[in-house]
């Protein structure tokens, strides 16, 4: 049975740190594109961060470049987001997804060229709120 189980989601303070986790099984994680997508009440899903299977490479959204960094452990089935200096605007349900295509990017699978991705999780909700 696939599942993603996203954790470490709560609320922060502007300026604070979170790191969010998502745990991987009943798939060979290091053969999937993984990623970070995010949708906030009333607004479309964003692609946040996606890394690929395996040359490592990442890509961010312009909205938290910088700020946010995505990383992979294939040996724990375990992908994470650490995100710095958040903002309000952060504030949304986060949730991984998976992806495996011979012709997939980083780029591709962040901004939905290759819709429908084949897994996601449950989400986690971040509050940036003082």
């Known amino acids: 049975q696939v599942q993603l189980v996203e954790s470490g989601g709560g609320l922060v303070q502007p300026g604070g740190s979170l790191r969010l986790s998502c745990a991987a099984s009943g798939f060979t994680l290091d053969s999937y594109y993984m990623g970070w997508f995010r949708q906030a009440p009333g607004k479309e899903r964003e692609g946040v961060s996606c890394i690929s299977s395996d040359d490592g490479s990442t890509y961010y959204a312009d909205s938290v470049k910088g700020r946010f960094s995505i990383s992979r452990d294939n040996a724990k089935y375990t992908v994470y987001l650490q995100m710095k200096s958040l903002k309000p605007e952060d504030t949304a349900v986060y949730y991984c997804?998976?992806?495996?295509?011979?012709?997939?990017?980083?780029?591709?699978?962040?901004?939905?060229?290759?819709?429908?991705?084949?897994?996601w999780g449950q989400g986690t909700q971040v509050t940036v709120s003082s």
């Open positions: 997804a998976a992806f495996a295509n011979i012709i997939a990017t980083v780029h591709g699978m962040c901004n939905g060229l290759f819709d429908p991705l084949d897994y």
